[in-house]
T-cell receptor
């Protein structure tokens, strides 16, 4: 149980275009989801906290107009990278928590590799 | 503020040897602690977690960790390393009471030598 999927697993896009990444909780409801960015050989950097039905909370230094997050249902959150540039190339990982969980455990998706050319 | 320190960005052990990955935390509230493993180009998989109760926690793949409040530590161990254990390991602490937000350590890359 507690499986999180991401789609696509990898994507290549041209500079200036936008790309959408989906994060789905497959077998549980997730009021809260998180979006991380990971640079090669580095730790995960939290970008934003996504709560179903409300605006995402962005971490300091993350451009909310560039990284649009929508959490429209209890099983789906999306991250849209708008007007992508090569410096946005990275590994993006989402995670989700089970609604009402008392252990605060996050379940992670497999990640999406974004390459902007 | 909460923080996590993982000593040793790279650790090498011989196959069959003891694995010890260090994690120290700082928290102003009773911590919830987690160890995750990440294989190349994949997401994170939970190895084990400490929330409350028994301080020695057993996880998957033969790993275990002991919560030591006096030492503010949560070191990860495995008695005998296997080649398949080669991966990146992350320690995480819940950032604040009542939230799900993690504070991650910088990670430790484990290399297993044949």
């Amino acid at each position: 149980g507690a499986v999180v999927s991401q789609h696509p697993s990898w994507v290549i896009c041209k500079s200036g275009t936008s790309v959408k990444i989906e994060c789905r909780s497959l077998d549980f409801q997730a009021t809260t989801m998180f979006w991380y960015r990971q640079f090669p050989k580095q730790s995960l950097m939290l970008m934003a906290t996504s709560n179903e039905g409300s605006k995402a909370t962005y971490e300091q230094g993350v451009e909310k107009d560039k990284f649009l997050i929508n959490h429209a249902s209890l099983t789906l959150s999306t991250l849209t990278v708008t007007s992508a540039h090569p410096e946005d190339s990275s590994f993006y990982i989402c995670s989700a928590t089970i609604t009402g969980s008392s252990t605060y455990e996050q379940y992670f998706g497999p990640g999406t590799r974004l390459t902007v050319t | 503020a909460q923080s996590v320190t993982q000593l040793g960005s790279h650790v090498s052990v011989s196959e069959g040897a003891l694995v010890l990955l260090r994690c120290n935390y700082s928290s102003s509230v009773p911590p919830y602690l987690f160890w995750y493993v990440q294989y190349p180009n994949q997401g994170l998989q939970l190895l084990l977690k400490y929330t409350t109760g028994a301080t020695l926690v057993k996880g998957i793949n033969g790993f275990e960790a002991e919560f030591k409040k006096s030492e503010t530590s949560f070191h990860l161990t495995k008695p005998s390393a296997h080649m398949s254990d080669a991966a990146e390991y992350f320690c995480a602490v819940i950032g604040a009471s009542g939230t799900y937000k993690y504070i991650f350590g910088t990670g430790t890359r484990l290399k297993v030598l044949a």
